[in-house]
């Protein structure tokens, strides 16, 4: 999973059963799954999941709680009502809650199927707190659009997990479907159904559906075809405006990672939102075994646009390695109701994270000057959070505060710890060896179907390298001590100093210049106790300004959003008038918005640099 931009603002047709079924129990018998996209209810979609014959009473029908890649609880089964359990006469049967993704029937001998309606989460995500992140999120849109994580439609009954699964589909003419779920040969034009085959409910959950008006564009890297399905609300965005970036930044990943991946197939599904309140809000993406989900504003300008799809598309691809290739039993079992979390967040999302910033270096799509920035900006970033704060701890632990609040410091330490490590490996090994290596051992060793045993990762990892390598672990993974990165950093002759750079108006990245204060009507105001921007400081502004209107719009959490988007195409000679709150006093401020630039950190090479140090940089960044 990757968030990307806005993170800390998001706080702010029946089919009738034969009677010969009966004779095939359950445990046998493919799950047959209907959903129907035609006649949408009151913004609902009506779904039936009708199993074999069970041969007990007592049966459990869920919905996930959690999903694989999202680190968070959402109990996707609020999001279902009018759940009703029939018997082969099309009789009701008694149906009792337990929690919010849990229904329970008694008399399951007669259950024939189960049918409910479904919400989505798009259209409430900005009002909700703790809401779905729009990448596992769902979107139901007559006949324009559904977003089918498919793990927010279609449930399983407890023990029937490994059963598989057959999933028709009734679609609007006008549409069509995005996955790489594989589709039954027979598709029925008269009828306007699609069907598709999962072989258990894992498959099911691991490949979304994206339906909308075709909108797509593939291409080939080496043996893997890529599709890249754009929903665009108001055409701004075509398939074919992306292509020609997403080919060559992926192409320079499978440079980057050799044979390491295996996949025959890669869809990316990317859904554009207009940001209004009824619409996606979490920006970011998720990643799946063969394809990946990516939510943006469909208000970025096209650059902008394709630079956030190279950093988070690029960090999805890369899951391809870790954890889709190399992962621990409490990955490969899931349980999507009672999720026990592995202790290795630290390779999972940080080296994920850093491959995709070292993977563009490496191979030219940006200057080493630009992955110092990269690198600083982490370093920066991850002062936000707890810096003594074991990583294996805070992973087994990630779904309960405190260490639910520092999740995002993966995608910061996470990356960090992981360049540390490359610049340990590399220097150990004179050059030859780093994590892409290391990572390469594992998943030779390990790969899709065979998991690692969550507590012997580490041994095994010091086993294959280094003694030194086990202080390492110890000290900054398994251990709280915060890393000295000048002491890395110096070891390939680098150091950390003191220069101005150009930043966003609103955004530092990620990092906002701007907060909600709860406890003053979610007032918007420009935080306390950071440096800020020649934006702010020409136009006038102080630290705690609470910001009342921009250009005549009354500011609140719903109205600063949109104004977000819109900076992302402001040139300097754009003009701004911005009233604040300034204690008692309300201050008209005024001018043009310029270039934002930043006093900041950065990381830059040492003067006579020695030819050891020289030597080490390059094997780390360019081999
Ligand atoms: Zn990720």
Redesign the pocket.
Known sequence: ??KWVLPSLAGLVFYSCGSTKALVTADRTPIRTTMDLKNVVDDKVMVSVDPGAFTTNDVSFLIPKTVP?TYSTDNYGKYIVDLKALDYDGNELAVTKSDDNTWNITDGKNLDKVTYYVNDTYDTESNTEDAVFSPAGTNILKDKNFMLNLHGFVGYFKGLQEVPYEIEISVPENLEPTTTLIMKEVTDEETGKDTFLASRYFEVIDNPILYAEPNTETFKLNDIEVKLSVYSPNDVYKASDLKEKMEKMMTAQKAFLGDVNSTKNYDILLYLSTMDSTDASGFGAL?HHTSTTVVLPEAMPKDRLEQAMIDVVS??FF?TVTPLNVHSKEVQYFDFNDPKMSRHLWM??GT??YFANLFQVQQGLIDETEFYQRMMDKITNSKAYDDALSFTTMSQNILENPYKENYANVYEKGALINMVLDIELRQLSNGEKGVLWLMKELSKKYGQDTPFEDDQLIDEIVAMTYPEIRTFFDEHVIGDKPIAYSAYLAKVGLKIESAEKQTGYFLDGEVPFIDIDPTNNNAVFIRKGIPLTSFFLDLGAENGDVIKSINGTLITLETMRPIIGQSFGWSPDTEIIMTVQRGDDEVKLEGKVGTPMLQAKTIVPVMNIAPKEAQLRAAWLKS
């Open positions: 999973m990757k890649g990643e960090h999805e899951h999972y999302e994920t994270e």
